[in-house]
């Protein structure tokens, strides 16, 4: 058995654990993260596109910010389509100026890692029957199997950035955490695609046939989802019919200019509102997806999980310079007002514009009425506008 020790033991190397650990580095923390999976498999897989102002600072405050200011679009509104037609938000106009960044989750992944990489960071990556124990103590520990051989990490705190489906959140005991959960009866199907984007923002719409999303990584690279039935699966979509359906949904500009192509990556991603509370378990915390779901439609995940590692590093900055342990206690609070302030914005958007058959025809309506609402009125657009874009860390505070 070999034993290490740090300070803070990081399991899982998304973006939650990739970023905590570059922000802990420039404190002057020690971190090791423990993964599961290969750097090239984590790497492999497409998630969020949409960087709020506070992830982008986020980024920059941990140093890898240069290549998201380069290559990201920034993009100052998008459009809502309904009943055939497309209305635009201006995000822009109607926050006082802030904007959202078009750069992909697995750009954020590469640049974090190479940062770690260069700095010589320890990373251990396929790491199997990842464990925590005596989370409750003050002496928790990571245990790790590698090449037949088993590992120990002592530390002083655990961060459970484990995503979802991780040992973290699976290891408190049932009587000491409440989940909340809403499963939505539909999910998305995304494509990839080298092809120049149909239009040089988003366009989110709600068609009669399901949601669909028109959205980009690149000035040639293109992403798209379309709404689907939870029973489909991805191999009954070939790329004919994918574009075919997406072509359906679309108004007739955006119908006239979609660039179609061989997909690069095609899969369906069922959605799902779940919270946690609370998110700290003594000397475990987690973060990220580890501890809360929102379903795509608002562009949140990534966000509230850049958010939530800010409040956990700073928490833990607190701890070891100012020998305070304010953050620590205060966290999981911190959080999930965030986090609820959110999962609620998710939720009505999602709501808003896919297609419910179990709601009728008078649903489609009530969806049209409030559509149209939303992009006349000032208040409704702001409304929409503001939550977008994200809200200030410091709001209500
Ligand atoms: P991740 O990315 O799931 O990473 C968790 C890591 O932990 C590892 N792991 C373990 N490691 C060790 N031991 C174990 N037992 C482990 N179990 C798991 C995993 O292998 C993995 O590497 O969680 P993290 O870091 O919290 O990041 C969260 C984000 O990935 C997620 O919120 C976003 O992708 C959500 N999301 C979006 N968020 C946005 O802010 N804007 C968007 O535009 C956006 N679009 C999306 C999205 C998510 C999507 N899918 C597929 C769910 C679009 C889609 C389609
Ligand atoms: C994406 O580009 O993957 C994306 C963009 C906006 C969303 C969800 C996903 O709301």
Same mark, same amino acid.
């Given at each position: 058995m070999?034993?290490?020790?740090?300070?803070?033991?990081?399991?899982?190397?998304?973006p939650?654990?990739?970023?905590?650990g570059?922000l802990?580095?420039?404190?002057?923390?020690?971190?090791?993260i423990?993964?599961?999976?290969?750097?090239?498999?984590?790497?492999?897989?497409?998630?969020a596109?949409v960087?709020?102002?506070?992830?982008?600072?986020?980024?920059?405050?941990?140093?890898? *910010? /240069?290549r998201?200011?380069? #290559?990201?679009?920034?993009?100052? &509104?998008? $459009?809502?389509?309904?009943?055939?037609? =497309?209305?635009?938000?201006?995000?822009?106009?109607l926050?006082?100026?802030?904007n959202?960044?078009?750069?992909?989750?697995?750009?954020?992944?590469?640049?974090?890692?190479?940062?770690?990489?260069?700095?010589?960071?320890?990373?251990?990556?396929?790491?199997?029957?990842?464990?925590?124990?005596?989370?409750?103590?003050?002496?928790?520990?990571?245990?790790?199997?590698?090449? *037949? /051989?088993?590992?120990?990490? #002592?530390?002083?705190?655990?961060? &459970?950035? $484990?995503?979802?489906?991780?040992?973290? =959140?699976?290891?408190?005991?049932?009587?000491?955490?409440?989940?909340?959960e809403?499963?939505?009866?539909?999910?998305?199907?995304?494509?990839?695609s080298?092809?120049?984007?149909?239009?040089?923002?988003?366009?989110?719409?709600?068609?009669?046939?399901?949601?669909a999303?028109?959205?980009?990584?690149?000035?040639?690279?293109?992403?798209?989802y379309?709404?689907?039935?939870?029973?489909?699966?991805?191999?009954?979509?070939?790329?004919?019919?994918?574009?075919?359906?997406?072509?359906?949904?679309?108004?007739?500009?955006?119908?006239?200019?979609?660039?179609?192509?061989?997909s690069?990556?095609?899969?369906?991603?069922?959605?799902?509102s779940?919270?946690?509370?609370?998110?700290?378990?003594?000397?475990?915390?987690?973060?990220?997806?580890?501890?809360?779901?929102?379903?795509?439609?608002?562009?949140?995940?990534?966000?509230?999980?850049?958010?939530?590692?800010k409040?956990?590093?700073?928490?833990?900055?607190?701890?070891?310079?100012?020998?305070t342990?304010?953050?620590?206690?205060?966290?999981?609070?911190?959080?999930?007002?965030?986090?609820?302030?959110a999962?609620?914005?998710?939720?009505w958007?999602t709501?808003?514009?896919?297609?419910?058959?179990?709601n009728?025809?008078i649903?489609?309506?009530?969806?049209?009425a409030?559509?149209?609402?939303?992009?006349?009125?000032?208040?409704?657009?702001?409304?929409i506008a503001?939550?977008?874009v994200?809200?200030?860390?410091?709001?209500?505070?």
């Open positions: 070999r034993n290490t020790r740090t300070q803070v033991a990081i399991v899982g190397a998304g939650s654990g990739l970023l905590l570059q802990l580095f420039k404190a002057g923390i020690d971190a090791i423990v993964e599961r999976q290969s750097g090239d498999y984590v790497l492999s897989r497409i998630r596109g960087l709020e102002q506070v992830t982008m600072d986020l980024l920059d405050e941990a140093g890898v *910010g /240069q998201m200011h380069q #290559e990201g679009l920034v993009h100052g &509104g998008f $459009d809502l389509l309904f009943n055939g037609a =497309r209305h635009r938000i201006n995000v822009n106009a926050t006082g100026g802030k959202v960044m078009v750069y992909g989750q697995t750009e954020v992944t590469r640049d974090l890692m190479l940062a770690r990489e260069q700095a010589g960071l320890p990373t251990v990556y396929e790491a199997e029957k990842v464990q925590i124990h005596d989370f409750d103590s003050a002496k928790p520990r990571v245990s790790y199997e590698k090449n *037949g /051989q088993l590992h120990t990490i #002592e530390c002083d705190f655990i961060a &459970g950035c $484990d995503g979802f489906h991780g040992v973290c =959140r699976a290891s408190v005991p049932k009587g000491a955490i409440k989940e909340f809403k499963v939505y009866p539909f999910g998305w199907l995304g494509v990839l080298d092809t120049p984007p149909v239009h040089h923002e988003l366009i989110y719409a709600n068609s009669t046939r399901g949601f999303l028109c959205s980009q990584r690149s000035a040639i690279r293109s992403r798209y379309l709404q689907v039935p939870l029973s489909d699966k991805v191999e009954q979509w070939s790329d004919e019919a994918f574009w075919a359906e997406l072509r359906h949904r679309l108004d007739p500009e955006a119908r006239e200019h979609l660039v179609t192509g061989p690069i990556e095609k899969s369906i991603a069922p959605l799902r779940f919270v946690t509370e609370p998110m700290r378990f003594g000397r475990m915390f987690l973060a990220g997806d580890a501890a809360h779901i929102v379903p795509p439609t608002g562009a949140k995940g990534l966000n509230l999980a850049a958010t939530d590692v409040y956990l590093s700073s928490a833990f900055i607190a701890y070891y310079h100012d020998k342990e304010s953050g620590i206690d205060r966290y999981s609070e911190r959080c999930l007002r965030r986090i609820w302030r999962s609620r914005f998710s939720w958007f709501s808003l514009m896919h297609h419910f058959p179990e009728g025809d649903g489609q309506k009530f969806q049209d409030e559509l149209d609402y939303l992009v006349h009125s000032q208040a409704g657009s702001q409304n503001e939550n977008y994200g809200l200030p860390l410091n709001f209500g505070e």
